[in-house]
Protein backbone atom coordinates (compact mmCIF):
# COMPACT_ATOMS: atom_id res chain seq x y z
CA UNK A 1 0.00 0.00 0.00
CA UNK A 2 2.96 2.30 0.71
CA UNK A 3 4.54 1.68 -2.58
CA UNK A 4 0.85 2.70 -4.24
CA UNK A 5 0.38 5.15 -2.35
CA UNK A 6 4.07 6.71 -3.54
CA UNK A 7 3.21 5.73 -6.98
CA UNK A 8 0.59 7.93 -6.94
CA UNK A 9 2.34 11.01 -5.08
CA UNK A 10 4.69 10.58 -8.20
CA UNK A 11 2.08 10.25 -10.97
CA UNK A 12 0.22 13.73 -8.91
CA UNK A 13 4.01 14.97 -9.15
CA UNK A 14 4.77 14.14 -12.67
CA UNK A 15 1.43 15.17 -14.25
CA UNK A 16 1.28 19.06 -12.30
CA UNK A 17 5.48 19.29 -13.53
CA UNK A 18 4.27 18.80 -17.06
CA UNK A 19 5.82 21.71 -19.19
CA UNK A 20 3.37 23.90 -21.53
CA UNK A 21 4.38 23.48 -24.80
CA UNK A 22 5.92 27.13 -26.71
CA UNK A 23 3.49 28.78 -28.62
CA UNK A 24 5.72 28.09 -32.12
CA UNK A 25 5.27 24.71 -31.19
CA UNK A 26 1.28 25.30 -31.10
CA UNK A 27 0.86 25.30 -35.23
CA UNK A 28 2.50 21.95 -35.55
CA UNK A 29 -0.09 20.55 -33.06
CA UNK A 30 -2.90 18.18 -34.89
CA UNK A 31 -5.97 19.10 -34.96
CA UNK A 32 -7.90 19.41 -31.65
CA UNK A 33 -11.70 19.48 -30.44
CA UNK A 34 -12.55 20.80 -26.86
CA UNK A 35 -15.52 18.27 -27.00
CA UNK A 36 -13.75 14.98 -27.77
CA UNK A 37 -11.10 15.89 -24.97
CA UNK A 38 -14.00 16.13 -22.14
CA UNK A 39 -15.57 12.65 -23.56
CA UNK A 40 -12.24 10.89 -23.36
CA UNK A 41 -11.15 8.88 -20.75
CA UNK A 42 -6.72 8.66 -19.94
CA UNK A 43 -7.23 5.77 -18.53
CA UNK A 44 -9.59 2.70 -17.10
CA UNK A 45 -10.74 4.31 -13.90
CA UNK A 46 -12.54 0.71 -12.93
CA UNK A 47 -9.28 -0.83 -13.21
CA UNK A 48 -7.52 1.66 -11.03
CA UNK A 49 -10.56 1.17 -8.57
CA UNK A 50 -10.30 -2.52 -8.24
CA UNK A 51 -6.27 -2.21 -8.25
CA UNK A 52 -6.10 0.36 -5.36
CA UNK A 53 -8.70 -2.21 -3.32
CA UNK A 54 -6.87 -4.70 -3.41
CA UNK A 55 -3.65 -2.82 -2.37
CA UNK A 56 -6.08 -2.45 0.72
CA UNK A 57 -7.96 1.27 -0.04
CA UNK A 58 -11.68 1.28 0.67
CA UNK A 59 -14.22 1.52 -2.87
CA UNK A 60 -14.72 5.34 -0.83
CA UNK A 61 -10.92 6.03 -1.13
CA UNK A 62 -10.22 4.21 -4.33
CA UNK A 63 -13.08 6.39 -6.01
CA UNK A 64 -11.95 9.51 -4.51
CA UNK A 65 -8.14 8.62 -5.87
CA UNK A 66 -9.14 8.09 -9.35
CA UNK A 67 -11.59 11.21 -9.23
CA UNK A 68 -9.14 13.52 -8.03
CA UNK A 69 -6.18 11.39 -10.36
CA UNK A 70 -8.87 12.08 -13.27
CA UNK A 71 -9.58 16.03 -12.43
CA UNK A 72 -5.41 16.46 -11.93
CA UNK A 73 -5.47 14.70 -15.31
CA UNK A 74 -8.19 16.82 -17.42
CA UNK A 75 -6.60 19.94 -15.45
CA UNK A 76 -3.09 19.24 -16.91
CA UNK A 77 -5.11 18.71 -20.46
CA UNK A 78 -7.21 21.83 -20.01
CA UNK A 79 -4.08 24.32 -19.32
CA UNK A 80 -2.13 21.68 -22.22
CA UNK A 81 -4.78 22.43 -25.06
CA UNK A 82 -4.89 26.28 -23.92
CA UNK A 83 -1.84 26.56 -25.96
CA UNK A 84 -3.32 24.93 -29.17
CA UNK A 85 -5.04 26.16 -32.19
CA UNK A 86 -7.72 24.52 -33.36
CA UNK A 87 -8.30 23.62 -37.00
CA UNK A 88 -10.31 26.71 -37.58
CA UNK A 89 -8.07 28.54 -35.85
CA UNK A 90 -5.14 26.99 -38.28
CA UNK A 91 -7.19 27.67 -41.15
CA UNK A 92 -7.76 31.28 -40.16
CA UNK A 93 -3.74 32.12 -39.47
CA UNK A 94 -3.30 30.27 -42.18
CA UNK A 95 -5.54 32.59 -44.34
CA UNK A 96 -4.20 35.62 -42.95
CA UNK A 97 -1.20 34.76 -43.35
CA UNK A 98 -1.55 34.30 -47.24
CA UNK A 99 -3.05 37.36 -47.57
CA UNK A 100 -0.54 39.43 -45.62
CA UNK A 101 1.56 37.33 -48.21
CA UNK A 102 -0.15 38.62 -51.06
CA UNK A 103 -0.61 42.30 -50.38
CA UNK A 104 3.38 42.19 -49.84
CA UNK A 105 3.84 40.76 -52.82
CA UNK A 106 1.53 43.38 -54.38
CA UNK A 107 2.98 45.96 -52.66
CA UNK A 108 6.59 44.68 -53.96
CA UNK A 109 5.44 44.12 -57.37
CA UNK A 110 3.99 48.01 -57.22
CA UNK A 111 7.28 49.46 -55.87
CA UNK A 112 9.18 47.38 -58.56
CA UNK A 113 6.61 48.71 -61.22
CA UNK A 114 7.35 52.15 -59.68
CA UNK A 115 10.67 52.39 -59.40
CA UNK A 116 10.82 50.45 -63.42
CA UNK A 117 8.67 53.07 -64.55
CA UNK A 118 10.64 56.03 -62.75
CA UNK A 119 13.57 54.67 -64.01
CA UNK A 120 12.42 54.56 -67.82
CA UNK A 121 11.36 57.56 -67.11
CA UNK A 122 14.57 59.13 -65.69
CA UNK A 123 16.25 57.17 -68.83
CA UNK A 124 14.03 58.70 -71.08
CA UNK A 125 14.53 62.42 -69.73
CA UNK A 126 18.22 61.65 -69.83
CA UNK A 127 17.88 60.53 -73.45
CA UNK A 128 16.11 64.02 -74.31
CA UNK A 129 18.56 66.15 -72.22
CA UNK A 130 21.15 64.21 -74.23
CA UNK A 131 19.67 65.13 -77.59
CA UNK A 132 19.38 68.07 -76.53
CA UNK A 133 22.40 69.21 -75.81
CA UNK A 134 23.66 67.10 -79.02
CA UNK A 135 21.34 69.57 -81.01
CA UNK A 136 22.89 72.77 -79.22
CA UNK A 137 26.47 71.50 -79.82
CA UNK A 138 25.59 71.06 -83.54
CA UNK A 139 24.17 74.03 -83.59
CA UNK A 140 27.15 75.94 -82.10
CA UNK A 141 29.25 74.06 -84.11
CA UNK A 142 27.38 74.88 -87.60
CA UNK A 143 27.45 78.50 -86.54
CA UNK A 144 31.06 78.44 -85.49
CA UNK A 145 31.90 77.22 -89.03
CA UNK A 146 30.19 79.20 -90.77
CA UNK A 147 31.42 82.48 -88.57
CA UNK A 148 34.85 81.21 -89.74
CA UNK A 149 33.95 80.24 -92.93
CA UNK A 150 32.52 83.96 -93.63
CA UNK A 151 35.89 85.17 -92.19
CA UNK A 152 37.83 83.32 -94.26
CA UNK A 153 35.65 84.38 -97.22
CA UNK A 154 35.99 88.16 -96.13
CA UNK A 155 39.80 87.71 -95.21
CA UNK A 156 40.27 86.39 -98.92
CA UNK A 157 38.63 89.24 -99.96
CA UNK A 158 40.59 91.50 -98.49
CA UNK A 159 43.54 89.69 -99.51
CA UNK A 160 42.31 89.83 -102.96
CA UNK A 161 41.75 93.46 -103.21
CA UNK A 162 44.81 94.32 -101.36
CA UNK A 163 46.68 92.25 -104.14
CA UNK A 164 44.66 93.83 -106.73
CA UNK A 165 45.41 97.35 -105.60
CA UNK A 166 48.86 96.46 -104.91
CA UNK A 167 48.73 95.18 -108.72
CA UNK A 168 47.28 98.40 -109.79
CA UNK A 169 49.92 100.78 -108.36
CA UNK A 170 52.79 98.63 -109.15
CA UNK A 171 51.34 98.81 -112.94
CA UNK A 172 51.01 102.87 -112.06
CA UNK A 173 54.48 102.61 -111.10
CA UNK A 174 55.95 100.71 -113.81
CA UNK A 175 54.15 103.00 -115.99
CA UNK A 176 55.24 106.31 -114.70
CA UNK A 177 58.87 105.06 -115.08
CA UNK A 178 58.55 103.79 -118.43
CA UNK A 179 56.46 107.26 -118.87
CA UNK A 180 59.86 108.74 -117.09
CA UNK A 181 62.45 106.72 -119.06
CA UNK A 182 60.51 108.00 -122.60
CA UNK A 183 60.91 111.54 -121.45
CA UNK A 184 64.68 111.16 -120.23
CA UNK A 185 64.82 108.68 -123.63
CA UNK A 186 63.38 112.06 -125.55
CA UNK A 187 65.36 115.13 -123.55
CA UNK A 188 68.20 112.70 -124.43
CA UNK A 189 68.31 113.20 -128.13
CA UNK A 190 66.59 116.48 -128.22
CA UNK A 191 70.18 117.29 -126.27
CA UNK A 192 72.37 114.89 -128.54
CA UNK A 193 70.43 116.51 -131.30
CA UNK A 194 71.35 120.29 -129.91
CA UNK A 195 75.10 118.88 -129.46
CA UNK A 196 75.25 117.86 -132.91
CA UNK A 197 74.04 121.09 -134.27
CA UNK A 198 76.03 123.23 -132.16
CA UNK A 199 79.48 121.39 -133.17
CA UNK A 200 78.28 121.58 -136.86
CA UNK A 201 78.19 125.09 -136.11
CA UNK A 202 81.45 125.34 -134.52
CA UNK A 203 82.62 122.74 -137.15
CA UNK A 204 81.08 125.50 -140.04
CA UNK A 205 82.48 128.59 -138.40
CA UNK A 206 85.91 127.15 -137.10
CA UNK A 207 86.53 126.54 -140.98
CA UNK A 208 85.15 129.85 -142.18
CA UNK A 209 87.57 131.47 -139.64
CA UNK A 210 90.24 129.35 -141.19
CA UNK A 211 89.30 129.64 -144.67
CA UNK A 212 88.98 133.51 -143.98
CA UNK A 213 92.34 133.55 -142.00
CA UNK A 214 93.92 131.45 -145.12
CA UNK A 215 92.47 134.12 -147.51
CA UNK A 216 94.41 137.10 -145.47
CA UNK A 217 97.63 135.25 -144.89
CA UNK A 218 97.65 134.57 -148.90
Known sequence: MIQWKQMLFCIFQTIRAVPKPYNYLSLSICHFSTQTYKARRYFDTLQLVKQLEKEGFTKQQSLAVMQALQAVLEESFHDLTKTMVT????ERISYTQKVEFSQLRSELQ???KNDLTSTRQEYDRILADLEKLKRIFRE???HTLANVRL???LEKGRIRDEYTAHELKIKETDTRIENEINNIKTQAETIKLQIFQWLIGIITGGGALVLAYIRLIT
Open 151 to 153: DLN
Open 140 to 142: EIN
Open 87 to 90: KEEQ
Open 110 to 112: TLE
